[in-house]
């Protein structure tokens, strides 16, 4: 097929835009003058016209936890309940329509919640007890780093109403199905899908790789996957021999996945300073600790990608991947999988710099930047004005790739792209159009090992696009959010929408 007729961007700096997109029966980019010669040998004759329209290369998110956030997707959300009171208010609503339907025999579990609002009960499991009508209730906190549990739950597992950290994640909460699993995540992709995406990194601790697994083997993935392993579970990589790339052509093992601290909402994000509000978070890896595993990891063919938000967070994963420099960057100059800093949220200007001696990725998600303002002003005061700083980074040559953390945030880049490029409340933290869409399509994969082959519409490379209504590069900043997702291509086949438009 040839695409025509509308605005093209390759995202190929050698050929920025083109007028015709020829795609080959092996769902590839091909060459021009094959189009335009009518070699049917490597291109149709179809021929579509994109009537105005514009085309990218397809989105990429590249931090988000897939299963949990396509399982959340037919849970309770109280994302946009302001207050305690309405949260559990729509926690009552839904144990009713559960009632009403007959469905109301097990856990009822959903999340969105702040600590903010946390603070307005007096009770809070038997707040949450009431609201769900006795049943065994648990909401996870809108950063995933705590757990509010009803008092029924505590009388079937026991412990605390509110869980932290691992504590939070330790607790026995009932495991979806395997059928449900593969339901959410087969819905979760045609979702994803219509917001633009053509692949994602995927952090997801635990029941992802398997879901996604089992549905490669039946041909039923559509999205390109980057999956990473927990650290907690290195012994077995070594044990299986695993190492990164490993896969198909839709699901590849990506890196190692360690935690260095907690969260800014839950004020355990370790910070060189204390917040404002007092307190100075979590330090749950030292840059030692980093050394060791970034060194493990090396051995073993894989990169690791460090959670750090807080400014002592992001030092100590520096200081450490500096001293196992020697180690992980032979295996990211034999294979281009260098390690990540991932969120990078708070940065102290004395480490912008170092990204990019070291060679370290910044992964980050810049709604955060939209949801977290007020609460980061009242944590880090005058600091928080250089947090979420994407610009600063990229302008001191780090290489930035860009996600939601969906659940944590919605599992829309169109909004990654209008939060990145749109920021006027922060002078200087603003990319450009052309900055964020590289981070969002091609630079994923280029830290992946697979820049040659993805993310750029070129000859040669995978046919994963996007057709949007508008072209991001003529859109004011203010306007971009309003874009919508026309169609989605991977591999040369429509997922999302097709023509006739």
Same mark, same amino acid.
């Given at each position: 097929?040839?695409?025509?007729?509308?605005?093209?961007?390759?995202?190929?700096?050698?050929?920025?835009?083109?007028?015709?997109?020829?795609?080959? !029966?092996?769902?590839?980019?091909?060459?021009?003058?094959?189009?335009?010669?009518?070699?049917?040998?490597?291109?149709?004759?179809?021929?579509?016209?994109?009537?105005?329209?514009?085309?990218?290369?397809?989105?990429?998110?590249?931090?988000?936890?897939?299963?949990?956030?396509?399982?959340?997707?037919?849970?309770?959300?109280?994302?946009?309940?302001?207050?305690?009171?309405?949260?559990?208010?729509?926690?009552?609503?839904?144990?009713?329509?559960?009632?009403?339907?007959?469905? !109301?025999?097990?856990?009822?579990?959903?999340?969105?919640?702040?600590?903010?609002?946390?603070?307005?009960?007096?009770?809070?499991?038997?707040?949450?007890?009431?609201?769900?009508?006795?049943?065994?209730?648990?909401?996870?906190?809108?950063?995933?780093?705590?757990?509010?549990?009803?008092?029924?739950?505590?009388?079937?597992?026991?412990?605390?109403?509110?869980?932290?950290?691992?504590?939070?994640?330790?607790?026995?909460?009932?495991?979806?199905?395997?059928?449900?699993? =593969?339901?959410?995540?087969?819905?979760?992709?045609?979702?994803?899908?219509?917001?633009?995406?053509?692949?994602?990194?995927?952090?997801?601790?635990?029941?992802?790789?398997?879901?996604?697994?089992?549905?490669?083997?039946?041909?039923?993935?559509?999205?390109?996957?980057?999956?990473?392993?927990?650290?907690?579970?290195?012994?077995?990589?070594?044990?299986?021999?695993?190492?990164?790339?490993?896969?198909?052509?839709?699901?590849?093992?990506?890196?190692?996945?360690?935690?260095?601290?907690?969260?800014?909402?839950?004020?355990?994000?370790?910070?060189?300073?204390?917040? !404002?509000?007092?307190?100075?978070?979590?330090?749950?890896?030292?840059?030692?600790?980093?050394?060791?595993?970034?060194?493990?990891?090396?051995?073993?063919?894989?990169?690791?990608?460090?959670?750090?938000?807080?400014?002592?967070?992001?030092?100590?994963?520096?200081?450490?991947?500096?001293?196992?420099?020697?180690?992980? =960057?032979?295996?990211?100059?034999?294979?281009?999988?260098?390690?990540?800093?991932?969120?990078?949220?708070?940065?102290?200007?004395?480490?912008?710099?170092?990204?990019?001696?070291?060679?370290?990725?910044?992964?980050? =998600?810049?709604?955060?930047?939209?949801?977290?303002?007020?609460?980061?002003?009242?944590?880090?005061?005058?600091?928080?004005?250089?947090?979420?700083?994407?610009?600063?980074?990229?302008?001191?040559?780090?290489?930035?790739?860009?996600?939601?953390?969906?659940?944590?945030?919605?599992?829309?880049?169109?909004?990654?792209?209008?939060?990145?490029?749109?920021?006027?409340?922060?002078?200087?933290?603003?990319?450009?159009?052309?900055?964020?869409?590289?981070?969002?399509?091609?630079?994923?994969?280029?830290?992946?090992?697979?820049?040659?082959?993805?993310?750029?519409?070129?000859?040669?490379?995978?046919?994963?696009?996007?057709?949007?209504?508008?072209?991001?590069?003529?859109?004011?900043?203010?306007?971009?959010?309003?874009?919508?997702?026309?169609?989605?291509?991977?591999?040369?086949?429509?997922?999302?929408?097709?023509?006739?438009?």
């Amino acid at each position: 097929m040839i695409l025509e007729g509308g605005t093209i961007h390759t995202g190929d700096p050698a050929l920025p835009r083109v007028a015709a997109l020829p795609i080959d !029966d092996r769902g590839r980019v091909s060459r021009g003058v094959e189009a335009w010669e009518g070699d049917a040998s490597a291109v149709s004759t179809e021929r579509i016209d994109l009537e105005g329209r514009t085309v990218v290369p397809g989105f990429v998110d590249a931090h988000l936890h897939f299963l949990s956030w396509a399982l959340d997707r037919a849970r309770v959300d109280v994302r946009d309940a302001p207050t305690a009171a309405l949260a559990l208010e729509r926690v009552a609503e839904r144990a009713a329509a559960d009632r009403a339907a007959g469905a !109301d025999g097990g856990w009822l579990i959903g999340g969105g919640w702040t600590e903010a609002m946390l603070a307005e009960v007096t009770d809070p499991a038997a707040a949450l007890d009431a609201a769900a009508g006795g049943r065994p209730a648990a909401l996870w906190s809108r950063d995933r780093h705590a757990l509010w549990l009803g008092s029924a739950a505590l009388a079937a597992i026991g412990g605390e109403a509110l869980r932290r950290e691992d504590a939070a994640w330790a607790v026995p909460l009932p495991a979806p199905t395997r059928a449900e699993r =593969q339901r959410a995540v087969v819905e979760g992709q045609r979702a994803a899908h219509a917001a633009g995406l053509t692949g994602i990194h995927d952090f997801e601790r635990t029941g992802g790789r398997r879901t996604w697994q089992e549905l490669d083997g039946d041909d039923r993935v559509t999205l390109r996957v980057l999956s990473a392993i927990g650290a907690e579970y290195v012994d077995g990589i070594e044990a299986v021999e695993v190492v990164a790339g490993f896969g198909s052509e839709h699901v590849r093992i990506g890196m190692v996945k360690a935690f260095m601290d907690g969260t800014l909402g839950a004020r355990t994000a370790h910070m060189l300073e204390a917040y !404002d509000d007092g307190g100075r978070g979590l330090a749950l890896l030292d840059a030692d600790a980093v050394a060791d595993l970034a060194m493990r990891a090396a051995g073993l063919g894989l990169p690791v990608a460090l959670h750090a938000i807080g400014d002592a967070a992001v030092r100590a994963a520096l200081d450490g991947l500096a001293a196992s420099r020697d180690a992980w =960057q032979e295996l990211a100059g034999l294979h281009e999988r260098p390690p990540r800093i991932e969120h990078a949220q708070l940065v102290h200007p004395d480490d912008l710099a170092r990204f990019a001696e070291l060679g370290v990725v910044a992964s980050m =998600q810049p709604v955060h930047a939209v949801e977290d303002r007020a609460d980061a002003a009242a944590a880090w005061g005058a600091r928080g004005a250089g947090a979420y700083a994407w610009e600063p980074l990229r302008a001191a040559g780090a290489t930035l790739v860009l996600g939601t953390d969906a659940p944590i945030s919605p599992l829309d880049p169109i909004a990654t792209l209008a939060a990145a490029v749109g920021r006027p409340h922060v002078a200087g933290h603003a990319l450009s159009v052309d900055d964020a869409l590289r981070a969002m399509t091609w630079a994923p994969y280029a830290v992946s090992g697979l820049g040659a082959r993805h993310g750029r519409l070129a000859p040669g490379r995978a046919a994963d696009l996007v057709v949007l209504d508008a072209d991001p590069y003529a859109t004011a900043p203010e306007d971009l959010a309003g874009i919508g997702v026309v169609a989605t291509m991977v591999g040369g086949r429509w997922v999302h929408g097709r023509p006739p438009w």
